[in-house]
């Protein structure tokens, strides 16, 4: 479950936590090496509940092993999680928490809301994302007509 809180709280796909190396971390700056698609690699900073979530998993989760990988199995022989396997435990996470099964991009599609709730803009979404170009962001611009009803007014002469 550690596991899953650091790939909602960074918006991480499955291959990119399944890449994730602890050299990749650094603690001292404050900072994550991702490496996603087309194995570009981007220094991003680390989040402080992000941060939490992956001490959490690496103190108390992550079995001691040689593995260099961030994210093993607990199972012995320890071995690197695949992409596969990191979907395997993201739909049994949502099975336990009564969610459909819907793979990683969940987690990618819910900090996308959250950040647009809090204000952020679609290019600042982007960049956490890690999109290359802005129609993969612009997914996102959904009109949020809960959010919009306080504010619109009355039609005028509706109400006669």
Same mark, same amino acid.
């Given at each position: 479950?550690?596991? =899953?809180r650091c790939l909602a709280r960074?918006?991480?796909?499955?291959?990119?936590?399944?890449?994730?190396?602890? $050299?990749?971390?650094?603690?001292?700056?404050? *900072?994550?090496?991702?490496?996603?698609?087309?194995?570009?690699?981007?220094?991003?900073?680390?989040?402080?509940?992000?941060? *939490?979530?992956?001490?959490a998993w690496l103190e108390h989760?992550?079995?001691? =092993?040689?593995?260099?990988?961030?994210?093993?199995?607990?199972?012995?022989?320890?071995?690197?999680?695949?992409?596969?396997?990191?979907?395997?435990?993201?739909?049994?996470? =949502?099975?336990?928490?009564?969610?459909?099964?819907?793979?990683?991009h969940r987690f990618r599609h819910?900090?996308?809301?959250?950040?647009?709730?809090?204000?952020?803009?679609?290019?600042?979404?982007?960049?956490?994302?890690?999109?290359?170009?802005?129609?993969?962001?612009?997914?996102?611009?959904?009109?949020?007509?809960?959010?919009?009803?306080?504010?619109?007014?009355?039609?005028? $002469?509706?109400?006669?």
């Amino acid at each position: 479950m550690r596991s =899953c809180r650091c790939l909602a709280r960074l918006g991480l796909r499955g291959a990119e936590a399944a890449g994730l190396q602890l $050299g990749d971390i650094d603690w001292r700056a404050g *900072e994550i090496a991702i490496t996603g698609k087309g194995s570009r690699t981007e220094r991003l900073p680390l989040p402080a509940l992000a941060g *939490e979530a992956l001490a959490a998993w690496l103190e108390h989760g992550r079995p001691k =092993c040689e593995s260099r990988s961030a994210f093993v199995t607990v199972r012995r022989p320890y071995r690197p999680l695949t992409p596969e396997s990191v979907r395997a435990v993201m739909g049994r996470a =949502c099975e336990r928490s009564g969610l459909d099964r819907r793979g990683t991009h969940r987690f990618r599609h819910a900090l996308a809301t959250e950040m647009l709730r809090a204000g952020a803009s679609l290019p600042e979404v982007g960049q956490v994302l890690r999109h290359r170009s802005q129609l993969s962001t612009s997914i996102y611009a959904k009109v949020d007509q809960n959010a919009l009803r306080p504010l619109a007014r009355q039609w005028p $002469g509706a109400g006669q």
